[in-house]
């Protein structure tokens, strides 16, 4: 059963159970007769349509996170003005429309009209304490559910970028390349096996992470694609272009180095004479927000990676599913992932995450090019 449909049934069950109570309770004092059978009819449809249109302010405003020092108040005045409306609305119909006798018999005294405004308040706030206290444990469950989501997302993720990145050949041809060196060039053999260790070290060690720093998370990726270089040599370009604003907000755990991965396997590792990968993040201000980056708020963080090539059926794997999973969990279903064809034959992933900067004042952007420094890490 859906959350609509559990809604609909408490609420049709609720009220009509109500009326029936009212109905009998009624019988035991004074003989039934239609017309009370109708106005309690009247009251509990009343109560039926308040509630749920309280249930809208509740949902439009976001009622439902907020903390008891500020719902009760909240609470409270919206139950009296429910009851308000039920007393005068089945008042109304019933004395004036349905000109039902029963109404002819209750005394329009204030003391009546008080003390049924407060039967009405206390049922309008036994139905929010109801309310509130099962969307209190809806909330609770899922945010267990999330928590334990993203927790298995994250290390999805974590085998994923292994499988990919440390699978038999990669690590053997990595192992060939550097011996191949060490004889032709020692200090780049040295640095191989730094890269190496530093890829191993980072991709084992870490524990319990859902995000990082963009900016530490591209020195992974750089340590990655140099590895790479040695493999594909001169087919094998790449640039990264990352402001400092960018560099400091927070990414999930490997998602870039799947990006990137994904670039090389599919892209790179696809075309005889190579390529370049365009590794790219910025962070869109006031002035240049894109009508897609409105809907998310004027400070998105967007990731972009480029590669030669087309899009293959294959080239959405578990990676990028995995990736698109955590960004939802992490940053709400603002966030986005999509990978598409562009007219000049490269294949673009582009991620776009809501949310602030951790580094407040943004500086002009710094460009990696791996043509002009081909051993500098990421600083």
């Not at 409306?85 to 008080?114: M, P, W």
């Not at 929010?128 to 989501?149: C, L, M, P, T």
């Not at 990919?164 to 191989?192: C, G, K, T």
């Amino acid at each position: 059963m859906t959350r609509t449909q559990a809604y609909w049934t408490c609420q049709l069950g609720g009220w009509g159970l109500y009326v029936v109570f009212r109905i009998v309770l009624s019988s035991f004092f004074s003989a039934g007769t239609w017309e009370r059978t109708i106005g309690f009819v009247v009251l509990g449809t009343a109560g039926l349509v308040y509630t749920h249109a309280f249930r809208f302010v509740v949902k439009t405003w976001g009622w439902t996170w907020l903390s008891l020092r500020r719902l009760v108040p909240r609470v409270m005045l919206a139950a009296l003005v429910i009851s308000t409306l039920s007393h005068c609305t089945g008042d109304v119909v019933g004395r004036y429309l349905l000109e039902l006798s029963f109404y002819d018999e209750v005394e329009s005294g204030g003391g009546l009209l008080l003390a049924s405004i407060a039967n009405g308040w206390i049922l309008s706030m036994l139905w929010s304490v109801i309310y509130f206290g099962v969307h209190a444990v809806w909330n609770y469950r899922q945010a267990e559910v999330d928590k334990w989501k993203l927790e298995a997302q994250a290390e999805a993720a974590r085998l994923q970028a292994l499988k990919l990145q440390l699978n038999p050949h990669f690590f053997f041809n990595s192992l060939n390349s550097v011996r191949a060196l060490i004889a032709e060039d020692p200090p780049r053999a040295q640095r191989m096996v730094t890269r190496l260790a530093r890829l191993l070290r980072t991709t084992l060690q870490v524990n319990d992470v859902k995000t990082v720093l963009l900016e530490d998370e591209l020195v992974t990726v750089r340590t990655y694609l140099e590895l790479e270089k040695v493999r594909f040599e001169d087919r094998l370009q790449y640039r990264i272009d990352a402001g400092e604003a960018a560099r400091g907000r927070p990414v999930p755990f490997l998602l870039m180095q799947t990006l990137v991965e994904n670039s090389v396997k599919h892209g790179i590792a696809q075309q005889q004479g190579g390529g370049t990968i365009t590794i790219e993040a910025s962070v869109c201000a006031n002035g240049d927000a894109t009508r897609e980056s409105a809907a998310l708020g004027h400070d998105v963080l967007h990731l972009r990676v480029a590669n030669p090539g087309t899009l293959q059926s294959d080239q959405r794997g578990t990676g990028l599913q995995n990736a698109q999973e955590r960004l939802h969990l992490l940053f709400g279903e603002a966030a986005s992932l999509t990978v598409t064809d562009t007219d000049d034959d490269r294949v673009v992933a582009t991620a776009r995450l809501p949310g602030r900067p951790t580094a407040p004042n943004p500086a002009a952007p710094s460009t990696f090019d791996s043509s002009t420094s081909p051993a500098r890490d990421v600083k």
